[in-house]
């Protein structure tokens, strides 16, 4: 399974970014895929994730209302756009998979896991 994170830079507070999780067929239609997200020094944390069906989502409390994940069937991939950024929002992203039926919030329920790319925001 392999997962391929991109989008990631250096914006000032206020700004949006889009990340991108781009994945085989296989992986887009069997796993659940979530995004988490590590920033020096912390553990990482759960920020959203998708069902595979793409019926259902989650997010954490800190992103709700300014982050939305989707999927795009055609693309085989997983987006997250992150609007009003924070510097508290800065941090390496992870892209994941989960062989699971329903969204999973534990970075340990994750099965597989993308490279990361990193998002800095300014204040």
């Known amino acids: 399974v392999q997962l391929q994170a991109s989008g990631g830079g250096s914006v000032q507070a206020g700004g949006s970014l889009r990340l991108s999780c781009a994945t085989s067929?296989?992986?887009?239609?069997?796993?659940?895929i979530g995004w988490l997200r590590q920033a020096p020094g912390k553990e990482r944390e759960f920020v959203a994730a998708i069902s595979k069906g793409g019926i259902s989502t989650d997010y954490a409390d800190s992103v709700k209302g300014r982050f939305t994940i989707s999927r795009d069937n055609a693309r085989n991939t997983v987006y997250l756009q992150m609007n009003n950024l924070k510097p508290e929002d800065a941090a390496r992203y992870y892209c994941?998979?989960?062989?699971?039926?329903?969204?999973?919030?534990?970075?340990?329920?994750?099965?597989?896991w993308g490279q990361g790319t990193l998002v800095t925001v300014s204040s």
């Open positions: 994941a998979a989960a062989n699971r039926i329903e969204v999973v919030r534990t970075p340990w329920e994750y099965n597989y």
């Open positions: 067929r296989r992986t887009f239609i069997t796993y659940t």
